[in-house]
């Protein structure tokens, strides 16, 4: 099973800009869909970013393209968020998640933006940013 721990949140100003870390440690593989999820309170958690670090396809949602970054590590055992240009309606928890995929599914579908069908998730990091 893959442990995840996530890192990197705190509190910026708006037009600020964060990098949060996802740490994989554990039983890991090589072809996994891994996505970051926030959580505004009071409102259900939704998937702004998803990676197949078999071979890099990213997607992400329209609330942050062109501003968020999703991407790796050569090793493959950390994924990252870059946060650019933030705005207080990014203020969440944000978290990571993972499950193996296949990569005859991903090709043909993208990683999966069910977060019930990722099975590695780790604990949240808080961000809040300020006008």
């Known amino acids: 099973q893959v442990q995840l721990v996530e890192s990197g949140g705190g509190s910026v100003e708006a037009g600020g800009s964060l990098r949060l870390s996802c740490v994989a440690s554990g039983h890991t593989y090589s072809d996994n869909c891994v996505a970051w999820f926030r959580q505004v309170q009071g409102k259900k958690r939704e998937v702004i970013a998803t990676?197949?670090?078999?071979?890099?396809?990213?997607y992400y949602d329209d609330s942050v393209k062109g501003r968020f970054t999703i991407s790796q590590d050569d090793a493959g055992n950390t994924v990252y968020l870059q946060m650019t240009n933030l705005k207080p309606e990014d203020t969440a928890i944000y978290y990571c998640?993972?499950?193996?995929?296949?990569?005859?599914?991903?090709?043909?579908?993208?990683?999966?933006?069910?977060?019930?069908?990722?099975?590695?998730w780790g604990q949240g990091t808080q961000v809040t940013v300020s006008s």
């Open positions: 990676i197949y670090t078999f071979d890099g396809v990213t």
């Open positions: 998640a993972a499950v193996p995929s296949l990569s005859s599914l991903v090709a043909r579908q993208g990683c999966t933006r069910v977060e019930d069908e990722y099975n590695s």
